[in-house]
């Protein structure tokens, strides 16, 4: 569990949850599903002191819910959003053993090239109160811990700034002025990795559509290729729940009252547009996803086609070639006929005529069928 406490002056991380709320700013409480399973009851005592209400059972219910797509909902106190995560592979610890002694059952692992396993997702818990954010999070979360960092570093920057005696807002990076704030930087570097996913999934299929479309390549990564449609599959169903749910979100911050103070409006209309980026993000995975899908349908259709004109023009070849063959057999089969009495049997240049009258023929219709480009190379 790592606590936050955020303020305009700076950032300073404890060890131990707060028994009141700051004067000024708000604190982020960022701790492991496990954690808050365990540590459940102090958490709570913790939500009502500072925030004056704690969580409702069905919302810890699904936070603790591992299976839980994106979602939001909220109450009078507090909105909770739910957002999947794409996991590091290693960040979920094994499953304990059951009581009755069995061994557990090993999760099922995606095949195929590495890129696919990295679409494994796992959600994270957002409560947002007006002095508190609660995340809950899997084990080794690399999105909060990436986020903190990041979190130190603007703190220690905006001290620099001030130090320096300028204006915050022409510095760098800004501290989050709000819960709500933190909350949607957080769901923005997560949809950054979603961002970084697609590029190597494009590489990837790509490298696929290539070989499919190789006349001298034989394809044999079928099941790699039915991986990656039914990842694609899963991905489109994941983001299309993050989209929704940020919708949802951006809906209630739309109607909560306008504040009559400048900087709180100013405050107010930069979390509009940060849900609107958000927004806008998860819209260009879910566009990339569906082109991507698109072309792997493509790029099979196409093979199989390929494939199919190819094996026409082999029975093509196979056909013309019977054709041509098919009259010497016809005169071989003439010859070959058991009479006493045949014309040219006893003659002398028999065998060269019939000879020079099946390469006539043979080459008059290799000649015909190369001019109608029965027996023409296909481009490659």
């Known amino acids: 569990m790592r606590i936050f406490s955020i303020s305009p002056s700076g950032v300073t991380e404890s060890a131990t949850l707060p028994t009141q709320a700051p004067d000024q700013g708000y604190v982020w409480i960022a701790c492991a599903r496990t954690e808050f399973e365990t540590l459940r009851e102090e958490v709570q005592a913790t939500l009502q002191a500072l925030a004056g209400a704690a969580l409702v059972d069905l919302h ?66 957002f409560a947002v109160f007006d002095q508190v954010l609660l995340t809950v999070h899997p084990p080794d979360c690399a999105a909060r811990d990436a986020y903190a960092t990041r979190l130190l570093a603007a703190a220690s920057a905006s001290a620099e700034t001030r130090a320096a005696n300028v204006d915050p807002r022409l510095g760098g990076a800004r501290l989050p002025a709000s819960p709500s704030d933190l909350m949607l930087r957080i769901v923005n570097q997560i949809v950054d990795g979603y961002l ?13 559509q290539a070989e499919l479309l190789d006349p001298r390549t034989r394809f044999s990564n ?37 504040p009559d103070n400048a900087d709180a409006r100013h405050e107010h209309e930069l979390l509009m547009v940060r849900s609107r980026d958000v927004l806008e993000h998860i ?49 071989t089969g003439f010859f070959g006929m058991n009479f ?31 001019r109608k480009r029965y027996l023409a190379r296909t481009g490659r």
Request: proline share 7%.
């Open 222 to 258: 079928w099941s790699a290729l039915l991986e990656a449609r039914m990842a694609l599959h899963q991905l489109d169903d994941i983001c299309e729940d993050q989209r929704t749910a940020v919708l949802d979100w951006t809906e209630a911050v739309k109607g909560w009252p306008v």
């Open 60 to 125: 810890i219910s699904d936070l603790l819910n591992k299976q839980l797509p994106s979602r939001f909902d909220y109450t009078s106190m507090y909105d909770l959003l739910v957002f999947r995560r794409l996991s590091s592979g290693d960040g979920e610890p094994a499953p304990a053993p059951a009581p009755t002694g069995e061994p557990p059952l090993a999760p099922r692992r995606r095949g195929g090239p590495p890129v696919l396993r990295r679409i494994d997702t796992s959600p994270i818990g």
């Open 283 to 331: 819209e260009r995975v879910v566009r990339h996803v569906t082109r991507l899908e698109h072309n792997a349908e493509t790029a099979v259709q196409m093979h199989f086609s390929a494939q199919g004109n190819r094996t026409n023009n082999i029975m093509r070849t196979l056909t013309a070639l019977t054709a041509i063959f098919l009259p010497l057999n016809l005169i």
């Open 196 to 208: 970084a996913l697609r590029r190597d999934l494009s590489r990837q299929l790509d490298h696929w």
């Open 340 to 370: 006493e009495t045949f014309p040219f049997i006893h003659s002398s240049n028999g065998l060269w005529w019939t000879l020079g009258a099946m390469v006539c023929i043979a080459a008059t219709m290799g000649l015909l069928f190369w």
